[in-house]
């Protein structure tokens, strides 16, 4: 909403509170509900039945007087019922036994939460039912960015069940429709599909629960009339913020509109809604850009960095891993050894990851010892004391591996509490990884897990860190707590999951902490919103990960994003491992002592103009410049937002013999600022090949010729830092 057509409602009667501006309810929406962001309207009207309509969605419109000429359009959110006669985005049983549910519109209100953030607040109701719906809209003006949710209500003589529960429906009319899915595999996350979607549906959806995201991340992008490019085209991104199962349904209908819905995964989970209780769905978050995914991207970032991401705004640390130095096998001697060189190459954090904890069942490997959270005495005599002090006198900080809702059977906890593990009762439970989840829906089970990482920061107050593990799916889904009623096990998992997240969110606010899924399993903004990080995947070859970290960025700001050095593909340069890593938050997970003289010298060097460019990498905008999937090259770029610094990272990956190069041209320079240009990430002794090395050049020359950066090499990568002077 402008904030002249907010005056105006307000002259009409706002309410004031304590923190938030309140326009007055409305009986009725002659005028359109406006849902504004400096760039997109979401409009909303009533039809002459009464029904809420989705009278116009695209760029913003100008002129508020036009307003009125918009037709009502088709309804905003169809439910099962009378004329509905595609996918519904509410679908509900009444304890009578009727299975229909028609709402017409009641009332709305709209609320500034804050500078640029206004709340729509619509509320809906059934004319044969006592049920209520309201549909929740945020949006972030100055980040063009919204966010939908819903609540549903009802006061019926018994419990309604509830078998479609979308947080949003969106409508959109175009020639036609371009779908990009972020889908995969462990160690092959977040790979690109383009699919042109025609008459019907096409649906993206989990059904794993809890490492919800191993196949298909919660995200998509929709480009209308030609396919999604970064710079041109009319583009939606849209993002569930949920941890567990997720529906996406794109349905084209007869008149070749498109219907999107998204929400919670529905399969299995029939929900049983009790009188007055209140469902409330999670949020569903989009952003349209008329300027390509590049720029709907940048607007996810800004409103992450903002409004989402735990400590969005806050510095991230550099950190040696020890996982795939040692895997299991370690003792405090073989860590403080790590710890030094920890504080030889200039990381901040060393990461102790799994392997510490289980005496009766030391976990000497994946097979047993999950679930009991104390350290192994044989290999940690000193237990976690003892390492951050040698963290301490080494100057650095010390993290923690934990993956506290899993168990294996061979544990101290699976003996003592066979109840709070989930599976069936009468069947064989299945394993992956050798291991259970446990039953996040019961609250023993919560307190068990927020005591874990509790009962560790209180004897421990200097653990700096956690990377919380969540190694596998829901296998056996079924819960000894919800008895009859196992239908709500996997959303009453994600709501546990959460209430746990929350309250260690309220007792240790600066504690940063990595989401981690077996690599990207679980890769969403409402767990990002407990994290500071996610580990986007276990797969760190170089090459598979500039494709990884592309199509999480999409959606996720770099500072968001892991990326470690370590040794997955040797056969690439320390320097061109280390180039990947630095276009993320940076860490190193590899024998240091293997390193060459030069190789630690590079990597010394490395960090040093890393944490002098942080601030521009993980805070600048970014620009996908090149992209691997159109050839041999890629390209990104990071951009200080006063536009002073600039940093270019660009990769040869497989070129061809003797194939043309083309320049890489940055964007978003001043054109009238002067950039020296400067190549980093040399190794010792070697000199820069870019023939612009050291020059100075304006932003127009920049943006306009570009740089030749790219070269018939394999595996070769080139990092460039441009300064204002
Ligand atoms: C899976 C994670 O993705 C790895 O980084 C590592 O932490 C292992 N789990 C430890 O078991």
Redesign the pocket.
Same mark, same amino acid.
């Given at each position: 909403m402008n904030s002249s057509l907010f005056l105006t409602l307000l002259r009409r009667g706002a309410m004031l509170s304590a923190a938030v501006l309140c326009l007055g309810v409305c009986p009725a929406a002659e005028s359109p509900i406006r849902i504004h962001t400096d760039l997109t309207d979401l409009l909303l009207k009533v039809d002459e039945q009464g029904r809420l309509c989705q009278s116009y969605f695209g760029p913003a419109l100008q002129n508020e007087q036009e307003l009125a000429m918009l037709p009502p359009g088709n309804e905003a959110f169809a439910t099962h019922g009378p004329g509905n006669q595609f996918a519904p985005a509410l679908q509900m049983t009444h304890p009578d036994g009727n299975t229909s549910l028609q709402l017409v519109y009641e009332k709305h209100q709209t609320c500034r939460l804050d500078e640029g953030i206004t709340q729509t607040t619509v509320s809906l109701r059934d004319r044969a039912y006592p049920v209520e719906v309201k549909l929740i809209l945020t949006a972030f003006e100055r980040e063009n960015v919204i966010k939908s949710r819903t609540e549903i209500l009802h006061d019926e003589r018994g419990s309604v069940t509830l078998h479609a529960y979308a947080s949003s429906m969106l409508r959109l009319q175009a020639g036609s429709y371009h779908l990009t899915e972020f889908s995969g595999d462990w160690a092959r996350e977040a790979n690109l599909t383009e699919t042109r979607l025609t008459f019907g549906k096409k649906l993206l959806d989990s059904p794993l629960g809890t490492r919800a995201n191993m196949f298909c991340s919660p995200m998509f992008a929709v480009a209308l009339d030609t396919p999604a490019s970064e710079t041109n085209g009319t583009v939606l991104l849209g993002t569930l913020a949920w941890s567990g199962n997720f529906r996406f349904t794109f349905e084209v209908d007869q008149n070749n509109e498109l219907r999107i819905l998204a929400g919670i995964n529905p399969f299995a989970s029939e929900y049983p809604l009790s009188p007055k209780k209140v469902f409330r769905t999670p949020e569903f978050i989009f952003t349209l850009s008329t300027r390509g995914i590049g720029e709907a991207s940048r607007s996810l970032h800004d409103w992450a960095r903002r409004h989402q991401l735990k400590e969005g705004e806050q510095g991230r640390m550099t950190l040696l891993n020890n &996982?795939e130095a040692t895997f299991f096998d370690f003792d405090e001697e073989r860590l403080c050894a790590i710890m030094d060189d920890a504080r030889e190459i200039g990381v901040e954090m060393f990461l102790l $990851?799994?392997g510490w904890f289980g005496n009766k069942h030391p976990r000497h490997d $994946?097979t047993q010892g999950l679930g009991d959270w104390v350290e192994n005495r044989e290999k940690l005599p000193g237990g976690i004391p003892a390492l951050t002090r040698a963290a301490k006198k080494r100057g650095i900080r010390f993290g923690l &591996?934990i993956e506290p809702e899993m168990v294996n059977p061979r544990s101290l906890l699976y003996e003592k509490h066979p109840d709070w593990i989930l599976r069936y009762p009468n069947r064989e439970a299945c394993y992956f990884r050798n291991q259970l989840v446990l039953d996040l829906t019961n609250p023993e089970v919560q307190e068990f897990v927020f005591g874990t990482v509790d009962r560790l920061m209180s004897e421990n107050p200097d653990i700096a860190y956690f990377?919380w =593990?969540c190694?596998s799916p829901i296998m056996n889904a079924h819960s000894a707590y919800l008895g009859s009623e196992q239908s709500r096990l996997w959303v009453d998992y994600v709501k546990g999951l959460y209430a746990v997240l929350e309250r260690i969110r309220e007792k240790y606010p600066d504690l940063p902490m990595m989401l981690?899924s !077996? !690599?990207g399993g679980r890769t969403d903004y409402g767990a990002l919103s407990y994290f500071t990080e996610f &580990?986007p995947s =276990?797969n760190t070859d170089p090459l598979e990960r500039i494709f990884i970290q592309w199509g999480y960025s999409c959606f996720f700001p770099l500072k968001s994003l892991c990326a470690h050095v370590t040794n997955w593909n040797r056969s690439t340069s320390i320097k061109f491992r280390t180039d990947v890593a630095m276009m993320g938050k940076l860490g190193f997970d590899l024998v240091v002592k293997k390193l060459s003289p030069d190789e630690i010298r590079f990597v010394q060097q490395a960090l040093k103009d890393y944490k002098r460019l942080r601030p521009t990498i993980l805070d600048g905008d970014l620009y996908r410049l090149v992209s691997p999937y159109s050839g041999q090259h890629a390209a990104l770029q990071t951009v200080a937002k006063d536009r002073s610094q600039a940093v270019l990272f660009a990769y040869d990956l497989n070129p061809r013999y003797g194939e043309p190069l083309q320049p890489v041209r940055p964007e978003d320079l001043d054109p009238d600022r002067r950039y020296r240009i400067r190549e980093i990430n040399l190794m010792p002794g070697e000199s820069s090949r870019l023939a612009l090395n050291d020059r100075v050049l304006s932003g127009d020359y920049l943006m306009k010729v570009g740089l030749e950066i790219f070269s018939t090499e394999r595996a070769r990568s080139t990092v460039v830092e441009l300064t204002a002077e």
């Open positions: &996982w $990851d799994d $994946d &591996w990377k =593990d190694n981690c !077996g !690599g &580990w =276990d």
